[in-house]
């Protein structure tokens, strides 16, 4: 069973890790994540989940001084869809090999051709024309900066790649030949997005945008949201693990997009002092379904540290429950090994289920609040996470509660493999007893 398993989900990991167009969606989401963990700082400061916080600090700051930190987080947030795009068609230019930074240039522009330029403005009977609004540049935007990225590259390398370009001669400085190179396609590029806009203004959809966004990414958002997508999401993080390959690496690629948008709409809600509308986020998954990294292996150290007693484990979870409370658990998933381990298969894909089924019940019954959409990085040690994202002391301690469900299950199987390891240990104590060596013998000795 184990080797068809491999043999189905090997080739599927190699290419869904070698993919251009993944590989570029994954690392353009991580050349915007500092910026959007620094911005939550930021918005976390203003809005922290800690009652009459604004009043105390507005003693000393004035009135309206969460502003001044508000202003921060907005220039990200109100923009994440922009730097989408712009940070998307630079990894994908990259992976094109071709020049990453007029591509992602040209990507951009493609992106503000097609963005809607009426804004509605309070009190005016018309809407303001040739104006942008920032709804459009922040997370409603990510989808549409993403198809501008995927679509504007290939036809930049395309051009680029026929040699339809403008070549200087020897001794023109290099900067300057490079820009003549780029201005033909650069020039296609923003001229099949400027037909798209004008295809797009005879429709009643009137942009591309709006076509996104009510076609495909409602119904894209829809599914993400939903118990069946994150069963899968998890199920596929786990077996890939169990098989040596980062699982959340290959799951991301197809899951991230959706979950980056609806954990940004509950970011703009909870800034807006709205209610927040999705409860599978980024923090959902991180912190009230995983507790140690993949497969919650936070509750396996705990038990292997409590219960265990072969020394192989013992040391082991000494050595690994440090990174273990930061969310990294290499040292358990390559040094127990859980990697093709058909004893903690099962507890592995179980605790991670089970937490998720849990935590999706305990919100929707309103026990815990749903995640703020703050970008808390991954690393987050248990009791902070929960706390953090939801500014609910309740949720910090169903976090424990989960904690400790996960050592109940774990403990069964990790006990059958710690019975064999001191087995192993004790056999090969024996052996190392009845080890008799001649290399000492000396010819003395023989004559005696």
Known sequence: MFDKLEKFLMPLAIKLGSNKVLIAIRDGFLITTPLIIVASIFLLIANFPIPHWSEFW??????????????????VFNTVGFFTCFST????GKQKNTDAIQAAA??????LILTPTKMVVENLKEPVDGALDMNYLGTNGIFLGLVVAL????????VTEKGWTIKMPDGVPPAVSQSFEALIPSAVVMLVFFAIRIIFGLTPYETLYNFIFEILQVP????????????????ACTIFWFFGIN????????????????????????????????????????FFTNFGGGGSTLSLLIVMLLFCRSQRIKQLGKLAILPGIFGINDPIIFGLPIVLNPILIIPFNLVPLINLLLSTMVTKWGLIPY??????PWTTPIGFSGY????SIVASLYQFALLALGCLIYYPFIKTLDKQYIKEEQDAEMAKAEDISFDDLTEADLNL
Request: aromatic letters at 14%; charged letters at 10%.
């Open 151 to 158: 679509v504007a590259v290939p036809i930049y390398c395309y």
């Open 58 to 75: 507005g003693q000393f700051l004035g009135t309206g001084w969460e502003s001044w930190f508000t202003n921060v987080s907005r220039a």
């Open 371 to 376: 995640t703020n959409g703050v970008a808390l």
């Open 388 to 391: 953090l994202s939801t500014g």
């Open 89 to 92: 068609a630079y990894a994908y």
């Open 247 to 286: 699982g959340p690496a290959v799951a991301n690629s197809v899951f991230a997009p959706i979950s980056k948008v609806l954990t940004m709409e509950n970011l703009d809600a909870f800034q807006a002092h709205k209610a927040l509308p999705n409860i599978f986020t980024d923090p959902f998954s991180n």
């Open 106 to 111: 040209v990507a951009l522009v493609a992106f």
């Open 220 to 235: 894209l958002k829809g599914a993400g949201n939903t118990l069946t997508a994150q069963i899968i999401y998890g199920f």
